[in-house]
């Protein structure tokens, strides 16, 4: 029991750190296009030019947020740069690293459940990690997989 609750604490952390990482790297993208976007309507000279721009910010954010989710967990056998700080893996039923495939889809799953709520499906994902006894979100339940500590 000791185990589940510090195995769901530690998910929680690292999905928080992933956030805040994916925030990071898709305001990199999106603050400079949102900033000029906005001078530019301030002064009235919105061209087609910038609202490509401003659009092509966000499919690069959504890129990079895939990417963030899908690279690192191929490299690192199924965890993402938070859950490797906070010793966590997604297996699947068996207890074997999730193969590429599921990543993808879990990666998939969660950048169009964070893009298209507008970050609110962060947020779900959140409050799932902390009600459900098991510290699984409705991905974890559609791609049947769960999280093991790696710690010894």
Partial sequence: ML???????NKLYAALLDGLFIVILSLIFVLPASLYYVDASNNGVVTNL???LFSLSFVFAFLICFLYLYIPALAFKGETIGMRIFSIQYVDKEGNPLKGGKMALRAIIVTLLTYLTAGLGFIICLIAI???HDGRTFYDVIISD???????
């Fill in 50 to 52: 910038i609202l490509t």
């Fill in 3 to 9: 185990e589940e609750k510090r195995i769901k604490r």
């Fill in 146 to 152: 769960k999280v093991v500590s790696t710690l010894a």
């Fill in 130 to 132: 902390g009600v459900s």
